[in-house]
């Protein structure tokens, strides 16, 4: 079973955007509990769905599927949830590959650093512009922020 293994980090400056690649995301929730969470994603001309079901804090089992363009714009307009748009900056430091997330709309102001590892205790070398972390904060999932934006907190 396919399994994510994350850990995500508040940016604290922009410096990652020096050697970064960048794409616009949109996507939202078709469904989301505490243990579970349907996501269909337009990235570009890209368009999946996703399953993630909750294994612990740091661990998802993770599904991901493309699926056609038209089927996911019609998805997303689906969603009881706000839909999440961000601009995902695709950085690479010392071996390893982040994404980092600026969200705009009711989430704006909001910057988060993502990177996903092999191991769950895999040790990493942390980039100057990381701040804390918000790994055990589910505030900060996406799925969260559909339900709650960060506007609001």
Do not use: C
Not at 62 to 84: G, H, R, T, W
Not at 97 to 124: K, M
């Amino acid at each position: 079973m396919p399994l994510e293994i994350e850990r995500k980090f508040l940016v604290v400056s922009d410096d990652y955007r020096l050697t970064a690649k960048l794409v616009d995301i949109k996507q939202a929730y078709l469904s989301v509990d505490d243990n579970m969470a349907i996501r269909i994603r337009v990235e570009g001309i890209q368009a999946s769905i996703n399953i993630k079901s909750k294994k612990s804090e740091r661990v998802n089992h993770e599904f991901e599927y493309v699926i056609p363009l038209d089927e996911a714009q019609f998805l997303i307009k689906m969603s009881p949830y706000l839909i999440i748009e961000k601009t995902r900056y695709l950085v690479e430091y010392k071996g390893k590959s982040w994404e980092v997330d600026e969200f705009h709309g009711d989430n704006e102001g909001l910057t988060v650093a993502e990177i996903e590892l092999d191991e769950e205790n895999e040790e990493f070398d942390m980039p100057s512009w990381l701040g804390d972390e918000v790994t055990a904060d589910y505030r900060y999932l996406n799925s969260s922020l559909a339900k709650q934006p960060f506007r609001s907190w």
